[in-house]
């Protein structure tokens, strides 16, 4: 067995931890425990120094990557569907909820059919594929960004049905806006089979929302964007998350989709409610550039993915490089590593201990986090 001592684990900024922690491995550097360290102690073990220990990434808006968009998968895209998952365990992020924006129901129970095909065939050190995330087709028509106006519909128990009917196990979180009629009988079908409701693509203000929030919604998709804003007067979806408390709150931290300033703002204001996510779709890993998506030519470039009109449709920035940007600008890399590691586990798990996400872990997969304060720059690597 070994120890490291001097070790920090990351927590929101809302959250009192003891300063420095020690990790015991076993024999083959499993984690074995997880204990505070005593103030001044001078404990003997591998000195981290306090660099920080997290569990990888997970990720729970990603559209896609290497050329591939998940509404449009077939069996015979299995390969490059596994080498996408190979990249992002690269990429530090350990499992991904694939997400499905807007499509036509063959194409989406074809894709959720490959997808449950490619989990049974998972290998070490590769992503896993988590229950998927359909962003749509539920949404309001006046906010359907990037989404294709031509599949956007009516909330109904008849359209959930033919979507997920017989498969709801397949699925893990559902995007809607929950002002549209219909939506309050479709909220209340997916909760019975443990799917997250979250609000999206919306024109909610802050009365709808904490209704919505009330039925049961329990996360905002992609805050500000494709939503009515935070305003002093009209606090909108992301105001009343915040004052609720207890709603999770989707940001993707690439410096387009949200300003910055904006995303430092959201994170000292309900920094226990910020889900870091990628909102990565097909360009993810390849070059800048042209490319075909949903039918349609977007163009790739410096991260983010733009549609001819010139509407955002996506980011090809990796989730923990929107952490380490969100490092950068609010120097608080505790709660931005906290808001891509830790957060995403407990929308889907509720667990809040985080020793439950380092125990009985090989330490190879985890992350070591390194803050250089003198540049504003957080870097990570393998644990081991």
């Not at 309050?184 to 904490?210: D, F, M, Q, Y």
């Not at 300003?259 to 309900?270: I, S």
């Not at 409610?273 to 360009?283: F, G, N, R, T, Y």
């Not at 380490?324 to 798990?349: C, D, F, G, H, Y």
Request: hydrophobic content about 40%; glycine content about 8%; proline content about 5%.
């Amino acid at each position: 067995m070994r120890r490291i001592t001097h070790v920090r684990l990351p927590k929101a900024l809302s959250e009192c931890e003891a300063n420095f922690w020690w990790v015991l491995l076993d024999d083959q550097d499993i984690v074995l425990s997880v204990d505070p360290m005593d103030s001044g102690s001078s404990m003997a073990g591998e000195n981290w120094g306090g660099d920080w220990l997290s569990p990888m990434g997970i990720d729970l808006q990603i559209n896609g990557g290497f050329g591939l968009g998940f509404p449009a998968l077939t069996f015979k895209d299995l390969s490059r569907l596994f080498a996408l998952l190979d990249q992002l365990w690269l990429d530090g992020v350990e499992a991904i909820c694939p997400t499905f924006i807007s499509c036509d129901v063959p194409s989406l129970r074809l894709g959720l059919d490959v997808i449950r095909e490619a989990r049974r065939k998972h290998s070490p050190n590769r992503c896993k594929l988590l229950g998927a995330h359909l962003e749509g087709p539920f949404l309001a028509k006046c906010r359907h960004g990037a989404h294709s106006s031509e599949y956007l519909c009516p909330p109904s128990l008849f359209s959930l049905n033919e979507r997920i009917g017989g498969i709801e196990d397949e699925i893990a979180l559902f995007t809607l806006a929950p002002e549209l009629l219909g939506s309050s009988e479709v909220i209340e079908r997916l909760k019975t089979h443990g799917v997250i409701v979250c609000l999206g693509h919306s024109s909610a203000n802050n009365i709808l929302s904490r209704s919505a929030f009330d039925q049961g919604v329990s996360m905002i998709t992609h805050a500000f964007n494709a939503m009515p804003g935070l305003g002093h007067r009209s606090p909108g979806p992301v105001g009343e998350a915040i004052t609720n408390g207890k709603i999770s709150i989707g940001l993707i931290a690439d410096g387009i989709h949200v300003h910055p300033n904006v995303a430092v703002f959201l994170q000292r204001l309900a920094s226990n409610q910020l889900v870091l996510v990628s909102d990565a779709i097909s360009p993810y890993g390849l070059k800048d550039g042209k490319y075909i998506w949903d039918k349609r030519l977007i163009v790739s470039e410096k991260g983010s993915c733009k549609l001819e009109n010139g509407t955002l449709a996506g980011s090809t920035v990796p989730l923990l490089k929107g952490c380490q940007n969100l490092a950068k600008w609010s120097r608080e890399p505790s709660s931005a590593i906290w808001s891509a590691t830790i957060a995403p586990r407990i929308v889907l798990e509720k667990k809040q201990k985080l020793d439950n996400y380092l125990i009985g872990k090989p330490l190879n997969h985890l992350l070591r986090w390194k803050m250089n304060f003198d540049h504003d720059e957080l870097s990570w690597q393998r644990a081991a």
